[in-house]
């Protein structure tokens, strides 16, 4: 085990958000099937250098971006298509890493669910935090935060 320590721990944890967005399910599904736009609300955003994004939506496809805050630590996430189904359901898998250091497994379902003339987002997602480098609370809010840029999104 070369260049690891030791000290080891894995925290498991879940979470879901739902979300109701103004914009029919097929526009919503839209914006994360379409790279331009979740390129805008996904890694895009005030004080965020994107070093690269690249998207292959399809089961068994791919998302990987790169990026910083603020001149900080580079990030990671590399993303496989697990299930699509159009305007209902989206399953992905994703591993995270911050400066070279990988924090996180995580499995994430979307689910689109006709709302009114609305979609209700069920965002559920399963995680594994590797060696305290980051927790529940910190994945829950950034994945509101992106839930809110979706929904700026939606309203361009």
């Known amino acids: 085990m070369t260049g690891?320590?030791?000290?080891?721990?894995?925290?498991?944890?879940?979470?879901?958000?739902?979300?109701?967005?103004a914009a029919a399910p097929a526009r919503v599904f839209k914006a994360f099937e379409d790279p331009a736009q979740k390129r805008r609300w996904f890694v895009e955003g005030e004080g965020w250098e994107i070093?690269?994004?690249?998207?292959?939506?399809?089961?068994?496809?791919?998302?990987?971006?790169?990026?910083?805050?603020?001149?900080?630590?580079?990030?990671?996430?590399?993303?496989?298509?697990q299930d699509i189904v159009p305007e209902k359901r989206i399953i992905v898998a994703y591993r995270m890493t911050v400066g070279g250091n990988p924090i996180?497994?995580?499995?994430?379902?979307?689910?689109?669910?006709?709302?009114?003339?609305?979609?209700?987002?069920?965002?559920?997602?399963?995680?594994?935090?590797?060696?305290?480098?980051?927790?529940?609370?910190?994945?829950?809010e950034g994945c509101r935060e992106l839930l809110e840029a979706l929904a700026k999104e939606l309203d361009r």
């Open 104 to 140: 996180s497994a995580s499995l994430a379902t979307m689910q689109f669910e006709p709302d009114g003339k609305g979609t209700r987002l069920v965002f559920t997602e399963q995680d594994a935090f590797l060696d305290g480098y980051d927790d529940v609370g910190q994945r829950e």
């Open 51 to 81: 070093e690269s994004f690249e998207m292959d939506f399809r089961v068994g496809g791919f998302e990987r971006s790169s990026f910083r805050f603020q001149g900080g630590p580079l990030v990671t996430n590399e993303t496989i298509y």
């Open 4 to 21: 690891q320590t030791a000290d080891r721990s894995v925290a498991h944890a879940t979470f879901t958000i739902e979300r109701r967005y």
